[in-house]
């Protein structure tokens, strides 16, 4: 089929063009989502559609960790339960998910919203660097734990938010690199290897660390 | 990430559900559409929920051959340039769009919606095959081609479709099973291999074809 073909109804070829723009999606898929919709049930679709505009319009965004929410402060740093003197620093709202999942953090978080990248054109006031500068300035945080992807941007922005936060009494800590639990030395790449080598840690303090 | 994972937001836990539904798509992969949705401009989350929604309520069938179609009848049965004595049966929507892009097929579609299918509970009475016969009734109708998938569904729809036809004075003909072209040999099933030396053609015939 081509690319371009019509489907006879205006109305189908407007659901597939939309379909498509998704990520992952291509036409030939895009069709048949569509055509799925239209073979289930009226409800199916309505439910889908009205989702998808009801959570576009009525999402906001934490106004302390910048997380997504449908309230003005989401859950977590609402939250009395949670330890307010620890942010965890990720790149993005997913990343969040991605922590909550471990249970390894009973902390606080704050969303950058992306990384320092040059090649991208995302310079640091892009991102919501000052106002963690903020949060900690307030006095209450005690550490933050850059939690950042093992990549170059990551580290650079790991390194800009170090610089910013250097005059502040805050301890910033970042996620432990090394070998992956389950991976074998042999297919773990050289840098990460050579990176566990250098930090290896004293083989008693890994007890400690099962509390 | 654990399934019934809770996102911070009714919202989106609501969207990721919903996106979930869709074949093909687990609720990882809705998360990631969903978290793309609210990433980029709010234009493109409403257009694809509005494209959906009226997708859903606006098409409907073609009341000649139950193709989908934003009109009473679809712009190939309304066609002055399409050869109204040639019918083609196919099971579904797509099927029409695949034999269009062909460009082979110059007369009218009936489109069945679905096979017979004892299995899946699906009967004659389900499907547009009363349809198809008032419609060759009236007369004008010459040849029905069966356009249904070579499965043991489509076999059972045409002789079905076949016997129903039999006292009309109507040519009922079915797409010519044998060889892909491009295939080796040595990797056709047996089954098609064998039909193909049954249903083998006169060689001066394959020329004639080409007009």
Known sequence: MSLNQSYN?????????????????????????ALHLLRKDKETALSLGNAIIEMREGIRYCKICHNITDEDVCPICSS???????????????????IEATHEHSGLYHVLGGLISPLDGISPADLEIDSLVSRVEEGEVKEVILALNPTMEGDTTNFYIYRKLLHLPVKVT?????????????????????????????????FHRED
Chains 1, 2 share one sequence.
């Not at 189908?12 to 030939?28: I, M, N, Q």
């Not at 949670?82 to 709202?93: A, F």
């Not at 970042?174 to 290897?193: C, H, K, V």
């Open 80 to 98: 009395p339960r949670r330890d307010r003197t620890s942010v965890c620093v990720v790149e993005n709202v997913k990343d969040v998910l991605t």
């Open 174 to 206: 970042m996620l432990a690199r090394g070998l992956s639990i389950g991976n074998e030395l042999e297919y773990t790449d050289e840098l990460t290897l050579g990176r566990s080598i250098l930090n290896r840690v004293p083989f008693s303090e890994t």
């Open 9 to 33: 109804s205006p109305l189908l070829d407007a659901a597939v063009s939309e379909l498509a723009k998704l990520p992952g999606v291509g036409r030939k898929t895009a069709l048949r989502l």
